[in-house]
T-cell receptor, first 113, second 113 residues
Framework: DQQVKQNSPSLSVQEGRISILNCDYTNSMFDYFLWYKKYPAEGPTFLIS?????DKNEDGRFTVFLNKSAKHLSLHIVPSQPGDSAVYFCAASGTGSARQLTFGSGTQLTVLP | DAGITQSPRYKITETGRQVTLMCHQTWSHSYMFWYRQDLGHGLRLIYY???????DKGEVPDGYVVSRSKTENFPLTLESATRSQTSVYFC????????????FGPGTRLTVL
């Protein structure tokens, strides 16, 4: 049973527009959430995170929103650029989890020029 | 070079052979992790280690063995490789304190014929 779900395997967006990537989780013990970006033939790189005590965290063009009651988080990229084309993984961890992360299956974002 | 490295980057082997994937980090992070990435599954945790000589199973440990005699190294061994172990393997590390952010190596693409 997947505890972290990314229901959209792929997303295409026009350059300059907003990209919204979604993630749902089922485990109420998760209290820290992360987004990773992955280019082909490279390892995932950390992008942005949010603690459960917040509902929004912003870093430049990237903003993560957390809705705890809905167990849902989203990553907004504004404006989208062709270099943002990559696979985006959502991940979550909980207190006492020995720093383990549970990952979603990923969403391939393609930003069209 | 500072960071986390994996070797080899590519490996082809035959069913039944023993294979060892190497992981080395220079940050002195306490925690280290091994994941496999398969289409539709995202990243699944194989084994992790909280410190030298302390290891524990993740979600998919069967067929794998790990050791951690030194903080900086965390090798993953497939004792008798099977075709189902064809995958991309990622090593990651995380510091003891602070948020549960993990930092990933570049990956090893393993093909078992």
């Amino acid at each position: 049973d997947q505890q972290v779900k990314q229901n959209s395997p792929s997303l295409s967006v026009q350059e300059g527009r907003i990209s919204i990537l979604n993630c749902d989780y089922t485990n109420s013990m998760f209290d820290y959430f992360l987004w990773y970006k992955k280019y082909p033939a490279e390892g995932p790189t950390f992008l942005i995170s949010i603690s459960s005590i917040k509902d929004k965290n912003e870093d430049g063009r990237f903003t993560v929103f957390l809705n705890k009651s809905a167990k849902h988080l989203s990553l907004h990229i504004v404006p989208s650029q062709p270099g943002d084309s990559a696979v985006y993984f959502c991940a979550a961890s909980g207190t006492g989890s020995a720093r383990q992360l549970t990952f979603g299956s990923g969403t391939q974002l393609t930003v069209l020029p | 070079d500072a960071g986390i490295t994996q070797s080899p980057r590519y490996k082809i082997t035959e069913t039944g052979r023993q294979v060892t994937l190497m992981c080395h980090q220079t940050w002195s992070h306490s925690y280290m992790f091994w994941y496999r990435q398969d289409l539709g599954h995202g990243l699944r945790l194989i084994y992790y280690s909280a410190a030298a000589d302390i290891t524990d199973k993740g979600e998919v440990p069967d067929g794998y063995v790990v050791s951690r005699s030194k903080t900086e190294n965390f090798p993953l061994t497939l004792e008798s490789a099977t075709r189902s172990q064809t995958s991309v393997y990622f090593c990651a590390s995380s510091p003891t304190s602070g948020e549960d952010t993990q930092y990933f190596g570049p990956g090893t693409r393993l093909t078992v014929l």
